[in-house]
Structures are given as structure tokens and as C-alpha cells.
């Protein structure tokens, strides 16, 4: 029966409206949350099993590093100056241990890609010791500053850079003082580290600052994949930094180590080592932290709609 004051006609009208409403909603596209529950009818132990394998969110990851990064800016210098000088020493091993290869293997066009394995030794030894390493800081503490930027957040930033940077090289220019003047080596295997030094400066400015882009690239990009790397870590690690070697790219704290080992030989001047180190370190600093660090973290400001 119609309402009162209401007539049939529009009674009618008024169900018919309903019924379009009601079938236009189910003509609607499924939300991704409808559309990420359709599938097989599972457990909840296999339901848990399905989230186990999922890969963490990039927020979580973001997170992951972020809170790594706040970590090491709360760290008091000393405890930043002895890491970062353990690091700087660490890192010598790559120049040792490509040069040792570089030494025993025959002359090969496999000798190259054999003996860039040598150049990820340093790398493995500092991240897994968790050794302060300056090219890892461009992007774990810049993430800090990105979240919540400011001058107090700045200024935090560039005294861990600053400490880090400096231990960092005194502990490669230590390392190669004692390559060059300890008797450890016989000569030709002396002659195949200067070689590495001396490729290095076959490149000039632009091709420094560039390729160092590319190498503070890489290096963010293992700092973002290893929260996620699980048993992988190691592979994640060498994979990344073998290219870096292979492709000839420039690394502040890995290439200090060989060209200070011709410095301090006779053979380069300080005036070189500067050629060498500050377009690569600008390089470094461009690709870990204002290309990718900015990048990922855009990504993830947009996820979160803010």
C-alpha cells in the first residue's frame, strides 16, 4: 500500500530508482582490495603462508632504511670515527684482492671479468660487519632529512657525512701507505695494483663525476634491496658492487685506495688525487642521494597520498 499523501505512480517510480541504483552498482569495476581477494578458497595457515611470500611494501622498506639511517645519526662521533676508519681499512681488500688476481692470472679476455670479483671483497667485509661506509650514508641517513626536512635535520646529516667521509679515507689512505711500503707483495704483483690506479686516472673530470653517479646509484640500490635480500644478502652485495668494478665506475672510498697507492709511490701528485676524488665524490653523493633516495622516497610520499 502507497504511504500517506503518496500516490501509486510514484511508489512505483521510487522502487524503479532503486532497482537502477542497486544495478549500476554491480556494474562498478571491483576495487584492488575486492580484486586482491578473488582466488582459490584458502586456510588461514595457507593464507599466512601467501603473506610470508609476499615481498615487503616499498613503505616498508623506506622505513627499513629510514630508522637504519636515524640510528646512525644519533651514533656519537667517536663510535662513528672508529666504524668508519674499520671501513676505510676493510675496503683496502678490494684493491688487494683485485690486484692479486689481476697478478696471477694469465693474460685473458677473462682475466678482466675474473678479476672484478676480487673487487667486491672490501664491500662484502664492511656491510656485513656493519662497518660505516660513506656511499651507504647517501642513502640511508639522507632518508631521515627527506621525511622530515629542516636545518637541525641537515646539519645532522652533514656532521655523520663529514665523519664518515673522513675515516673512511684515512683508513684507505692507511691501508695504502702499507701496500706500497710494507714487503708483502713481490713486484709484479706491486706493478698489477698501480695498474688499477693508473686506470683510474685515465679518466677525466666528466667521466668521473658520470660514472660516479652511476656507482652512488648502485650503491643505493643495494642499500634499498638488502632489507629484503634475506639469504640473498651476499649475492645482492657482490652482484652490485662486481658491476660497479666491471663497468669501471668511479667509488670515492674504492678508488681512493688505488690512487693513493700511486701517491704515495712517487707516482701521482696530490693535485691528481683531487682530480680524482672530488668529481667522483660529487658523482656519488648525485646518484645515491639526489637521484635515487629522492626518487624512492617521491615513491613512497605518493603511496602514502601525502
Known amino acids: 500500500m502507497s504511504g500517506p499523501g503518496r500516490s501509486a505512480d510514484e ?28 582466488g582459490f578458497e584458502l586456510s588461514e595457515d595457507e593464507q599466512g603462508e601467501v603473506a610470508a611470500k609476499l615481498p615487503p611494501r616499498p613503505t616498508v622498506l623506506h622505513e627499513t632504511i629510514r630508522v637504519q639511517g636515524e640510528t646512525e645519526l644519533r651514533r656519537h662521533a667517536s663510535a662513528l670515527i672508529w666504524s668508519s676508519l674499520a671501513a676505510g681499512l676493510s675496503m683496502g681488500f678490494s684493491m688487494m684482492a683485485r690486484g692479486l688476481l689481476h697478478s ?31 656511499t651507504e650514508n647517501t642513502m640511508s641517513a639522507v632518508l631521515p632529512m627527506m621525511t622530515h626536512p629542516g636545518w637541525r635535520q641537515l646539519a645532522r646529516l652533514l656532521r655523520l657525512w663529514s665523519v664518515v667521509l673522513m675515516g673512511n679515507l684515512v683508513g684507505v689512505a692507511l691501508f695504502a701507505y702499507g701496500l706500497g711500503h710494507l714487503d708483502l707483495f713481490d713486484a709484479s704483483t706491486r706493478r698489477a695494483m698501480g695498474v688499477l690506479g693508473t686506470e683510474v686516472m685515465h679518466n677525466d673530470a666528466l667521466q668521473m663525476f658520470t660514472k660516479g653517479i652511476v656507482a652512488g646509484w648502485l650503491i ?84 602514502q597520498g601525502g
Do not use: C
Open 11 to 38: 511508489d512505483d517510480a521510487r522502487h524503479e530508482h532503486q532497482d537502477a541504483s542497486a544495478g549500476s552498482d554491480d556494474n562498478l569495476p571491483p576495487s584492488p582490495e575486492e580484486e586482491a581477494e578473488d
Open 104 to 134: 696471477l692470472l694469465p693474460p685473458s679476455p677473462l682475466r678482466y671479468l675474473i678479476e672484478n670479483l676480487g673487487y667486491t671483497v672490501g664491500f662484502v667485509i664492511v656491510i656485513l660487519a656493519r662497518q660505516q661506509l660513506f
Open 220 to 303: 643505493a640500490t643495494m642499500v634499498w634491496l638488502i632489507p629484503a635480500a634475506g639469504d640473498s644478502k651476499l649475492a645482492i652485495i657482490v652482484g652490485t658492487t662486481y658491476l660497479i668494478g666491471l663497468g669501471g665506475f668511479t667509488h670515492i672510498i674504492a678508488g681512493s685506495t688505488e690512487v693513493l697507492y700511486l701517491v704515495f709511490q712517487g707516482q701521482l701528485g696530490l693535485g691528481h688525487y683531487l682530480a680524482f676524488a672530488l668529481p667522483t665524490l660529487a658523482g656519488n653523493i648525485v646518484g645515491g642521494s639526489f637521484i635515487f633516495a629522492l626518487i624512492s622516497h617521491a615513491q613512497v610520499r605518493s603511496d
